[in-house]
């Protein structure tokens, strides 16, 4: 039975199916539960299963003739082997038949106690698409940022979108570095697109695609990560899978241009998150979706981990973007090697950044979005509200951003309130899940800019730490911590301990706490000062943060009157009131005993005198 499991939860979705837990299922159930998955469409490629044995290596010749299957040529890291049923084989089935045989074979595979794992070569697909064709802070000269509300601020002031997420002030303090690297595991890029052509932001990247039916450029994985488009007849990826023709999305150049591709700030096109970035174009996406294997190969290549049969990447990412998913009903937890890859990039120090899909459903059961250790966006409006009509939400999703809604005009500019970037021929509002998740890739890159050190655990932790929290009304499903908010984590903050009151020659410790978007910045050197040293000086006049970012130095009081002490770090400046009464404490004290003593031996001589 316990095999069967992810079948199940794939026919029924996760609510239905724990109904039925709690009772036996006869044969009967089981199987018309199993003809129902196959009915969904198609959910894996067809034939194709990944293993991984408890002791590493493939299985033995002898058992793939019982079992009636190769293995594929193409080998894959962390001791997984795809096999598949022999194609000639497969093309005497029909689709039915072909379903049930590999179902059999996973059965097969689940209950030998040797094998760790066996699972399908699940399909994924990108989760946004063209919708609309288009047409006192630092803000870029290219003219059509005028349109792109999601980058704007928080509604604070005029020409500002209360769903933007604050850029044109974070762009006063930082506008990204080559130095971070962004792959973008999605259909390919543009280069020659107008607006990317001659980019320093561009980078080399790899085409991940294996299969080329699905590549659609004539051959497997290479090195050229161009998008060939991805254009479909009706019915070319399965029975009414599309039910109508689709046109080439060039979805990953429009993901790319969010974060940075292009040439921000260069009087054409339009703007993304970064100005200075370097973006990594890593092809999975094509004809009819992708593959699990060639994504999870994709993440591993992309945080510069090894891949059998593809060159060491040269420049790691420290950020991954992936907005792509399955359809719902499949949750990662049946996808063990995807949630494997996943933990191999972020323990390289690479941080994943997901989106939650376009099913209007909980996001738990949906892959990668429902994968641990990544970073699960959701999709707002120009309002700052979730997108009720298409975004997932839940427990899984970390954080909010604008994946715009095409069907709304909500700043009133007379253009859709699309998420605008980069196609073939010019730009489009597209909305999405997927646009909403290079808004916080581009954001995480930005902060990674000013501070390199940050692990992919504390982005997550300031990303929800400086979002701007949402009402029931704006977030009516769970959304995470908030909308994103670009400018607060680019913010250091000095804070100073309280007024200090000491006297002529006293001293006291003062301490700074220096803190870079709510988080404590250690190694980070203080300047002290005191705008009267005559009334009171510092000593040492600079001191380097500590893990917890403090920062100390001593007071000493000179003379009688007020001051303030200032503590500078990294252009930024806290400061305290400083009073030095006439009287030391202790000099206070004395002062009160001697008059004290002076009233009672007035006392006593008036005493002796009577």
Request: glycine share 12%; charged share 15%.
């Amino acid at each position: 039975m316990r095999n069967l499991l992810p079948f199940l939860i794939l026919a029924l979705g996760a609510t239905e199916f724990r109904a039925l837990q709690a009772q036996e299922l006869t044969p009967q159930q089981v199987r018309r539960l199993l003809e129902e998955t196959l009915q969904r469409g198609p959910a894996f490629v067809p034939g194709q299963v990944i293993v991984k044995m408890r002791i590493p290596g493939p299985l033995p010749a002898a058992r793939l003739t019982a079992l009636g299957v190769e293995m594929m040529e193409r080998p894959m890291p962390a001791g997984e082997y795809i096999y598949r049923i022999p194609p000639a084989v497969l093309t005497t089935l029909g689709a039915a038949q072909a379903g049930q045989r590999l179902l059999v074979l996973l059965d097969s595979l689940r209950a030998s106690p040797d094998v760790e794992y066996a699972q399908p070569n699940y399909r994924l697909y990108l989760v946004g698409r063209a919708s609309l064709a288009g047409s006192a802070a630092l803000e870029p000269s290219d003219p059509r940022y005028a349109e792109q509300w999601h980058y704007r601020n928080n509604g604070t002031g005029a020409g500002e979108s209360r769903g933007g997420i604050n850029l044109p002030k974070a762009w006063d303090t930082n506008t990204g570095s080559s130095s971070v690297v962004v792959g973008i595991l999605d259909t390919g890029i543009l280069p020659g697109h107008a607006d990317i052509t001659g980019s320093a932001n561009l980078i080399a990247g790899y085409d991940m695609i294996s299969d080329p039916g699905i590549a659609n450029d004539g051959d497997g994985r290479d090195a050229d990560p161009t998008d060939p488009g991805d254009a479909v007849a009706a019915g070319e990826c399965g029975p009414g899978q599309p039910p109508q023709p689709l046109p080439s999305s060039w979805h990953g150049t429009h993901v790319a241009g969010t974060v940075g591709v292009g040439n921000t700030n260069n009087a054409i096109g339009v703007a993304g998150v970064n100005w200075n970035v370097s973006v990594q174009p890593v092809r999975v996406l094509g004809k009819c979706g992708a593959t699990t294997a060639d994504i999870n190969d994709a993440i591993r290549w992309a945080a510069g981990l090894s891949v059998p049969g593809v060159p060491a990447n040269p420049t790691p990412a420290k950020v991954i973007n992936m907005s792509l998913g399955t359809p719902p009903g499949v949750p990662c937890s049946l996808s063990p090697s995807t949630q494997a890859a996943i933990d191999d990039a972020v323990g390289a120090g690479t941080a994943v950044v997901v989106a939650a899909g376009n099913d209007a459903t909980d996001a738990s059961q949906v892959m990668p979005a429902s994968c641990t250790g990544v970073i699960t966006v959701a999709a707002s409006d120009a309002r700052g509200y979730l997108v009720s009509r298409y975004s997932n939400y839940g427990s899984t999703v970390e954080i909010m951003a604008p994946g715009g809604d095409v069907q709304r005009d909500d700043d009133g500019d007379g253009q859709p309130d699309g998420v605008l970037s980069m196609v073939q021929g010019g730009y489009a509002y597209y909305n999405g899940t997927s646009m909403a998740a290079p808004h916080v890739a581009g954001v995480a890159a930005l902060w990674l800019a000013r501070d390199p050190s940050l692990t992919p655990a504390q982005l997550l932790s300031q990303l929800q730490a400086n979002a701007l929290p949402r009402t029931s009304t704006e977030c009516p499903r769970p959304c995470g911590a908030g909308l994103l908010n670009a400018y607060q984590g680019l913010v250091v903050r000095v804070r100073l301990d309280p007024d200090k009151t000491l006297g002529n020659g006293e001293t006291t410790t003062v301490r700074a706490t220096v803190t870079l978007g709510g988080a404590p910045q250690a190694g980070t050197t203080v300047t002290f000062a005191t705008a009267d040293r005559g009334v009171a000086s510092v000593s040492p006049a600079s001191a380097v943060t500590n893990a917890s970012g403090e920062a100390t130095t001593t007071l000493t009081g000179h003379a009688r009157g007020n001051t303030t002490v200032t503590a500078t770090a990294n252009g930024a400046t806290g400061s305290t009131p400083v009073k030095v009464p006439a009287l030391s404490a202790v000099g206070l004290v004395l002062l009160v005993l001697a008059l004290i003593l002076a009233a009672w031996m007035r006392t006593r001589a008036g005493v002796a005198r009577g």
